[in-house]
């Protein structure tokens, strides 16, 4: 590293995907020192397929990430009018396809670890990235810098704090507790227990059962499963099921959604996340339709994930420390926007801190409009991807569909496609360039 005096001192918190992509973004600028703290012992994403749609897709572009992530996808980018999903109404012996989501713009599909892996083999030696570091908690002080205390007693100090640790952040934990504390002393009560009650993950009522199918394997009892070359989402009453090819055709990302929305905002009565068995949800489906059962045979070991989310954040910043992806606005994966909204987050804060303005006396203020930008977006993404989880397992508006049939079945099936298109649409109809533009605009007036 050169030993050149650096203007600014990133620590980020959470190896994933935007905190990779943060660190990437910020590599660009010669005068700023990035570290990346992750808690586990090596970098090996869990998980299956993410999503990404064409408004993150500029950015990778921007970042010079696309020919490398392109040779992990079967999928190419596209402009116009673009098939995403075949819908599916499935929970029945006779399923029937009712609708096909069509986008402005290719949405393109990888394996998680294919994107991390690209992602770190693109980070410069200059940036150092420290494993088997979990935080434990960080002091701000109203002039010099911000100290780290991790778990195993080492310390760090940085100039700006970046919580991309993911759903359970230690940062969020300790941003919220300082917050708290602060508004305590002042005897908000209110205030206080209202934040307070922001600091652990609440559960969505829904549980999710994933797995990676081999191609083969669908192929050699299913020939011509559509899942095979086209993404699908098999819709019914309290669940749905979505599958798509991913790590060029040669595995199928599964998920299995079973949705008790009246449970939203409950306790999990169990372990969130860990390995599942395919009895645990093979009944919900047992008399959905053929195509569904094909699939459910092919699962092998599952991951059984409770949903969670966090609630909304009055700020995503405090002082010299900002939170962003899942530590920030972890929402609902209804949407796939989860991993997108990450990396907007992280390419408007690498902006707003790469920004020759930014110093280390300005850094709240270039934080201020990080969090003037990026929360109100997450946050109406958060409540889009929520309402897609009820649409798909048919709760519309109190419509049960169960009473209907022939052409009024259809009927209310359009409807519910078009209150899905109508509540996504933003994911292909709007542009990050205004963002960015926004960003630049407020840092230089």
Known sequence: MSSAPKRLRVAICGAGVGGLTLALALSRYPDIEIEVYEAATTLAEIGAGIGIFPRPWKIIRLLGLEHDLLKTCEMKPQDGPVPAFNYRKSDQQVGFSFSTLVTNGALLTFHRADFQNVLLRRLPKSCRLNCSKRLRTYTQRQSGPTELVFEDGTRAFCDVLVGADGLKSAV????????????????????????????????????????????ERLKAI??????????????????????????????INFVAFNCRHDLEGTQFPGVWMGPGDKSQFAGIFAHWEPEVQVLLHCVDKPLQWAVHTVKPLRSFVSGATALMGDAAHSMTPHQG????????????????????????????????????????????????CRLNGRYFSFELDGVDLDHYAGPQLWDKLQKLHGAVVKNWEWAWTTSVDGSIQDALRKLET
Not at 180 to 205: F, K, L, Y
Request: glycine residues 10%; aromatic residues 8%; contains cysteine.
């Open 172 to 215: 969020r934990r300790s941003f919220l507790t300082e917050r708290v504390n602060w508004m305590q002393a002042q005897g908000r009560w209110q205030e206080a227990t209202e934040i307070g009650s922001c600091i652990d993950p609440i559960w969505s009522g829904t549980i999710a059962y994933r797995a990676l199918i081999p191609a």
């Open 337 to 384: 926007s989860g991993a997108g909204q990450a990396i907007e987050d992280a390419y408007i804060l690498a902006t707003v801190l790469g920004h020759p303005s930014t110093t280390r006396e300005t850094i709240p203020r270039a934080l201020r409009i990080f969090d003037e930008i990026r929360r109100p977006a997450a946050a109406g993404v958060m409540e889009a």
């Open 222 to 251: 299913s020939p011509g499963h559509q899942s095979l070359t086209t993404p699908s989402m098999f819709l019914g009453k309290h669940g749905y099921i979505i599958a798509y090819p991913i790590s060029h055709g040669k595995m």
